[in-house]
Structure formats: structure tokens, C-alpha cells
């Protein structure tokens, strides 16, 4: 498996937003890890640092030589696919063609607010900017209308350095996403939030099944990107009371996914309407069996285990949420553990 590290950070609390996105860069480069993810996110405290995952790549394009740097991900539908093109066409040209999207059709009805007569049909057209912003890529041009009303066919500029543009599509966690990703021959970015390992190895599977009826053996076995949220320590019980507060606001901030995993907690329950103290059980409640089995925490030996089982259910690369600790000092810290858990494993 490939390792790479992932931001989506809360960014109410402001100070240096960005030092840890660039010396995580840094750390990652010099170290060999595959990316640098950053994310699409508008108009809220969790990820509202990152509105543009295009500048953010940029920024890391000038830090870096080696580690690819991908979107995680463009919201597909709020955006012209031929600037998608051209703002990933600089970066890829910043970074001598290490560039890699990962598309999402969006969640947040509020995110929309940029573009809200998209929202309904978000779906369709997120396939539809995959293949126009593909079809640009390589060169190829889009039929727009101009400011006179006049149909006119146009190319991206700067022509981008790589020939093909690595493409993801984020899930999650539903079949559907993962058998669109196979059809459309690109690969899957997903998490673990509303889904477990076992229901993540049959999506996997239902990917790579679609993937080889509609691409055949050219395709390979695809790609399938995990996001994790990962701290590693020296001590086991050290980062479960470092991160117990911060993770335990993330399962707060997605508090649907978690009612969708924990129907045995909570049955046929509407997030909605849940009172202050009904989210604060679930949330006790979901914190130990997440720092168990739905990110990459604890020693080198823990992680180890977690990823033993996570390459058994078809995972290929691992993709670290590391901003959600609000310590950035404790966060670079902890990435030396977090190298030596990838050497050790690969060797």
C-alpha cells in the first residue's frame, strides 16, 4: 500500500492555518510518501480553510519535488469543468506533473449557495465534468457560449505536463459511487465513517467487478484511496486521551454518517432531532469503536494490525487525516512515528 497524508482540518480556532499543511508537505516529500491530499469545503468551520483545493496545491507544488498532489476533491458540480481544467493545469505545470483529482458530487445543500441550480442534478452532472475536464487534459476543447450568445469551442491553457489526468471518485460509502467509479475507470476515495471494513471489502470488490466488465484487462485492478485519521505515538493510551477530544468533535461534525453506522445504538433515528445529550452519548459511545477499527491509531504495532487488515480488504493507499489535532507541534511529532509504521510495514 501506498501512504499519503490527508487535511481537513477545523479552522475555528485560526492561528498559523497553513504551517502544518506545509511542513507535513515537506515531511512527506522527504520521506516518500505517495500525496498530498487537500480538500473542497465551503462555508463551515471543519475544512473551511480549504475553499479551493487548487491554491492549496499550489502552495505544496512550491515546497515539494517528489509527492504527487491531489485534490481531495473537487465538488464537481459547483465549478465550470473547463476552470477545473486550467486551475489544475498550472498546478500540474508548478509541480512537473504530479497532479491527481479526486471528484465528489457534494453532500451540503448550504456548500451550493455558490451554484444552487446544480444541486438537484449533482450526480449527473459530476459524471459529466469527469469526462470534459478528462477530454481537456489531453488536449481536446468544450463548447461554450460567449459573451455574444455565440457557441464557440474552446482548449484549456496552460496545456497540462502529464498526458492523463489521474482521476478518484469519492464515496461515501455508497455501492452505487463505487460501481460508477469502476464504469467510469477511475479510482475510489472513501473513509470509514458509516461504513465498516467488511462492508468496505464488498464495495471494493464490486468496484474491481465493475471496473474489469466495462475496461477489461487494460484497466489493472484500479485504485482505492482510504481516507484514515491517523495519530501514532510511543504509547497506546497517550494518543487515545491526545485525540479523544478532537475526534470525538469530528464524529459530532458528522453526526449522520454515525447514526447511519449505529442503527444497534440508536434505531431509526433522525439525526435531526436528536437532543445535545442524545449526540453526546452517540458520540461516547462511537469514539471507542472508531479509535478501534476507524482510523490509525496508537503505537507502530497498532498500526501495523490496522493495516494488515485493511490491504486484506482490497485498500491500496492510505491517506492520513492528520489536521483534526489541533497541536501542530504534537502532530509533525507524531509523523516520525507514522514513517517508521510505513517502513516497517513495507519492509
Same mark, same amino acid.
Given at each position: 500500500?501506498?501512504?499519503?497524508?490527508?487535511?481537513?482540518?477545523?479552522?475555528?480556532?485560526?492561528?498559523?492555518?497553513y504551517?502544518?499543511?506545509?511542513?507535513?508537505?515537506?515531511?512527506?516529500?522527504?520521506h516518500?510518501?505517495?500525496?498530498?491530499?487537500?480538500?473542497?469545503?465551503?462555508?463551515?468551520?471543519?475544512?473551511?480553510?480549504?475553499?479551493?483545493?487548487?491554491?492549496?496545491?499550489?502552495?505544496?507544488?512550491?515546497?515539494?519535488?517528489?509527492?504527487?498532489?491531489?485534490?481531495?476533491?473537487?465538488?464537481?458540480?459547483?465549478?465550470?469543468?473547463?476552470?477545473?481544467?486550467?486551475?489544475?493545469?498550472?498546478?500540474?505545470?508548478?509541480?512537473?506533473?504530479?497532479?491527481?483529482?479526486?471528484?465528489?458530487?457534494?453532500?451540503?445543500?448550504?456548500?451550493?449557495a455558490?451554484?444552487?441550480e446544480?444541486?438537484a442534478?449533482?450526480?449527473?452532472?459530476?459524471?459529466?465534468?469527469?469526462?470534459?475536464?478528462?477530454e481537456?487534459?489531453?488536449?481536446?476543447?468544450?463548447?461554450?457560449?460567449?459573451?455574444?450568445?455565440?457557441?464557440?469551442?474552446?482548449?484549456?491553457?496552460?496545456?497540462?505536463? @502529464? %498526458? $492523463?489526468?489521474p482521476?478518484? +471518485?469519492?464515496s461515501?460509502?455508497?455501492?452505487?459511487? *463505487?460501481?460508477?467509479? &469502476?464504469k467510469? =475507470?477511475?479510482?475510489v476515495?472513501?473513509?470509514?465513517?458509516?461504513q465498516?471494513?467488511?462492508?468496505?471489502?464488498?464495495?471494493?470488490?464490486?468496484?474491481?467487478?465493475?471496473?474489469?466488465?466495462?475496461?477489461?484487462?487494460?484497466?489493472?485492478?484500479?485504485?482505492?484511496?482510504?481516507?484514515l485519521?491517523?495519530?501514532?505515538g510511543?504509547?497506546?493510551?497517550?494518543?487515545r486521551?491526545?485525540?479523544?477530544?478532537?475526534?470525538?468533535?469530528y464524529l459530532?461534525?458528522?453526526?449522520?454518517?454515525?447514526?447511519?453506522?449505529?442503527?444497534?445504538?440508536?434505531?431509526?433515528v433522525?439525526?435531526?432531532?436528536? @437532543? %445535545? $445529550?442524545?449526540?453526546d452519548? +452517540?458520540?461516547?459511545?462511537?469514539f471507542?469503536?472508531? *479509535?478501534?477499527?476507524? &482510523?490509525?491509531? =496508537?503505537?507502530?504495532?497498532?498500526?501495523?494490525?490496522?493495516?494488515?487488515?485493511?490491504?486484506?480488504?482490497?485498500?491500496?493507499?492510505?491517506?492520513?487525516?492528520?489536521d483534526?489535532?489541533?497541536?501542530?507541534?504534537?502532530?509533525?511529532?507524531?509523523?516520525t512515528?507514522?514513517?517508521?509504521?510505513?517502513?516497517?510495514?513495507?519492509?
Open positions: 500500500m501506498d501512504f499519503s497524508l490527508f487535511y481537513f482540518a477545523d479552522d475555528s480556532e485560526g492561528g498559523d492555518r504551517r502544518l499543511l506545509l511542513d507535513g508537505a515537506r515531511f512527506a516529500d522527504e516518500g510518501f505517495a500525496a498530498v491530499w487537500t480538500p473542497e469545503r465551503h462555508f463551515h468551520p471543519f475544512g473551511g480553510g480549504y475553499p479551493n483545493p487548487a491554491v492549496t496545491g499550489a502552495a505544496v507544488a512550491a515546497v515539494t519535488k517528489n509527492v504527487a498532489i491531489r485534490a481531495g476533491s473537487v465538488v464537481a458540480p459547483l465549478h465550470p469543468p473547463v476552470r477545473i481544467a486550467e486551475e489544475w493545469s498550472v498546478v500540474d505545470n508548478l509541480s512537473g506533473g504530479r497532479v491527481g483529482l479526486s471528484f465528489a458530487s457534494g453532500w451540503h445543500a448550504v456548500d451550493f455558490i451554484r444552487p446544480n444541486y442534478d449533482r450526480r449527473n452532472i459530476l459524471v459529466q465534468t469527469i469526462e470534459t475536464v478528462r481537456l487534459w489531453r488536449g481536446g476543447k468544450t463548447a461554450l457560449v460567449d459573451g455574444d450568445g455565440k457557441s464557440v469551442e474552446v482548449k484549456a491553457y496552460p496545456p497540462a505536463v @502529464s %498526458p $492523463e489526468l482521476v478518484w +471518485l469519492t461515501s460509502g455508497t455501492p452505487e459511487t *463505487f460501481k460508477a467509479a &469502476g467510469l =475507470g477511475v479510482g476515495l472513501t473513509h470509514l465513517l458509516g465498516d471494513l467488511d462492508d468496505l471489502k464488498g464495495k471494493i470488490a464490486m468496484y474491481r467487478e465493475a471496473l474489469a466488465e466495462h475496461h477489461g484487462d487494460a484497466a489493472g485492478p484500479g485504485k482505492v484511496a482510504l481516507m485519521h491517523t495519530f501514532m510511543a504509547d497506546r493510551d497517550e494518543v486521551e491526545i485525540v479523544r477530544e478532537p475526534f470525538s468533535a459530532r461534525s458528522s453526526i449522520g454518517l454515525i447514526v447511519r453506522a449505529s442503527g444497534d445504538i440508536l434505531p431509526g433522525d439525526p435531526d432531532s436528536l @437532543s %445535545p $445529550e442524545d449526540v452519548f +452517540l458520540v461516547e459511545r462511537s471507542d469503536r472508531y *479509535f478501534d477499527t476507524g &482510523g490509525l491509531f =496508537g503505537t507502530v504495532e497498532d498500526g501495523a494490525a490496522t493495516l494488515d487488515k485493511l490491504h486484506a480488504a482490497g485498500v491500496d493507499e492510505v491517506a492520513c487525516l492528520i483534526f489535532v489541533g497541536d501542530t507541534d504534537a502532530v509533525l511529532g507524531g509523523l512515528y507514522l514513517d517508521k509504521l510505513k517502513n516497517t510495514w513495507r519492509a
